[in-house]
């Protein structure tokens, strides 16, 4: 079942924070997170680990809600290169991701 | 060093034609995904290889789309009799894990059908 993510969209100003968010219906054992600019290919962020674990970005973080069922993607100080469209993905039996259908962040100076 | 490449990069097919849209992941990547996109969408699962096994072909809309992957490196993903509904971005990631993990996504082949 896809994802669902909220905001849509997102327009702030370099140096200010964001929060993205991702909500399944089913509780969350790993969350996957992409950023793809347009015209270019997804790129690896992160994975969220049902632990809590974190593998990837230095300057992005992301978290659990108290029941798994959602997970939220921290962008502090943000930088003009943080401008894209964000995923969220949750893997399934085949490794497979089911992706969100992506949140929009602008970045202006 | 390389990344994952796709080629074509833009193909326009005129409806009824079969095209064949190629994908070289990473070098000993064992594990090769195909995805659809649509304009505004995410990316949405095709298909999944385990080096020349396709493990999964749950996510191929139709009898149209075929993919393969022979010696476990290159794979094409072939559309048969295209339609207008076949118009997408085709993404192929590679990833060195057998469970899920990160995935390196090539660029894209952005599929128009006229």
């Known amino acids: 079942q896809q994802p669902v993510q909220s905001p849509q969209a997102v327009i702030l100003r370099e140096g200010e924070d964001a929060v993205i968010n991702c909500s399944s219906s089913k509780a969350l054992y790993s969350v996957h997170w992409y950023r793809q600019k347009h015209g270019e290919a997804p790129v690896f962020l992160m994975i969220l680990l049902k632990g809590g674990e974190q593998k990837g970005h230095d300057k992005i973080s992301a978290s659990f809600n108290e029941k798994k069922q959602q997970s939220s993607l921290y962008l502090t100080a943000s930088q003009l290169s943080y401008s894209g469209t964000y995923f969220c993905g949750i893997p399934g039996s085949a490794r497979q991701l089911t992706f969100g259908s992506g949140t929009q962040l602008t970045v202006l100076p | 060093g390389a990344g994952v490449s796709q080629s074509p990069r833009y193909k326009v097919a005129k409806r009824g034609q079969d095209v064949a849209l190629r994908c070289d992941p990473i070098s000993g990547h064992v594990s090769l995904f195909w995805y659809q996109q649509a304009l505004g969408q995410g990316p949405e699962f095709l298909t999944y290889f385990q080096n020349e096994a396709q493990l999964d072909k749950s996510g191929l809309p139709s009898d149209r789309f075929f993919a393969e992957r022979p010696e476990g490196s290159v794979s094409t993903l072939k559309i048969q009799r295209t339609q207008q509904e076949d118009s997408a971005v085709y993404l192929c990631?590679?990833?060195?894990?057998?469970?899920?993990?990160?995935?390196?996504f090539g660029p894209g082949t952005r599929l128009t059908v006229t």
């Open positions: 990631a590679s990833s060195p894990f057998r469970v899920a993990g990160e995935q390196y």
